[in-house]
Nanobody, 122 residues
Framework: QLQASGGGSVQAGGSLRLSCTAS????????MAWFRQAPGKEREFAAA????????FYADSVKGRFTISKKTASNVVYLQMNSLKPGDTAVYSC?????????????????WGSGTQVTVSS
């Protein structure tokens, strides 16, 4: 089970920090990622971090504004979102699996949580 939290409503330029815990996974050697889905659109990749937290990857749309991190030796992942834009409005879900960037759109993620709503107003 993956439980995301930290969503909310902010004005453009504001910040939010999302958290996600994969409570059913006792092994911390999993990669984790954040995806988002805006109303009427397909789910899209936002950011990912490898199992050790030593490498992170971002979609071009969030690069430089979002930072993903993973708590050491755990399956807890964070997404710090700064300089938010109305276009960032979406349900954000975390995912866990083995990263495979050759396999879009899921990139090797196996399980997704239910998500948390982020709304950015202009």
């Amino acid at each position: 089970q993956l439980q995301a939290s930290g969503g909310g409503s902010v004005q453009a330029g504001g910040s939010l920090r999302l958290s996600c815990t994969a409570s059913a996974y006792t092994d911390s050697n999993y990669d984790m990622a954040w995806f988002r889905q805006a109303p009427g659109k397909e789910r899209e990749f936002a950011a990912a971090v490898n199992w050790s937290g030593s490498a992170s990857f971002y979609a071009d749309s969030v690069k430089g504004r979002f930072t993903i991190s993973k708590k050491t030796a755990s399956n807890v992942v964070y997404l710090q979102m700064n300089s938010l834009k109305p276009g960032d409005t979406a349900v954000y879900s975390c995912a866990i699996g083995r990263l495979r960037f050759a396999d879009p759109p899921d990139y090797g993620m196996s399980y997704w949580g239910s998500g948390t709503q982020v709304t950015v107003s202009s």
